[in-house]
Nanobody, 120 residues
Framework: QVHMVESGGGSVQAGGSLRLSCAASGSIREINAMGWYRQAPGKQRELVARITSGRSTIYAEPVKGRFTISRDNDKNTVYLQMNSLSPEDTAVYYC??????????????WGQGTLVTVSS
């Protein structure tokens, strides 16, 4: 089984920064793409950013130029550096990974979510 544990959420004023981390653990053979999603109150979960094992990245339009996704393959960890935060970024942020378990099963794994609150 594979688990993902997030950290780094919290409250910040508009214009501030936060860094989210998410570490995968368990019976992992490899991790392919990793990503961050968010869900604001009353809205559907949406992709924020995604990074492949080769470190190719994509970003949602609202966060381009402000957020940076990165990963440490040795630590099975994905990061999201969020700068110039605005109240519109307030949401629960979830990490996601496409992993292969030690017995060869393909898994899609989610973190528990971490709340980011940006005040004006």
């Amino acid at each position: 089984q594979v688990h993902m544990v997030e950290s780094g959420g919290g409250s910040v004023q508009a214009g501030g920064s936060l860094r989210l981390s998410c570490a995968a653990s368990g019976s992992i053979r490899e991790i392919n793409a990793m990503g961050w999603y968010r869900q604001a109150p009353g809205k559907q979960r949406e992709l924020v950013a995604r990074i492949t094992s080769g470190r190719s990245t994509i970003y949602a339009e609202p966060v381009k130029g402000r957020f940076t996704i990165s990963r440490d393959n040795d630590k099975n960890t994905v990061y999201l550096q969020m700068n110039s935060l605005s109240p519109e970024d307030t949401a629960v942020y979830y990490c996601n990974a496409q992993a292969v378990s030690s017995i060869g099963r393909y898994l899609e794994v989610w973190g528990q979510g971490t709340l980011v609150t940006v005040s004006s």
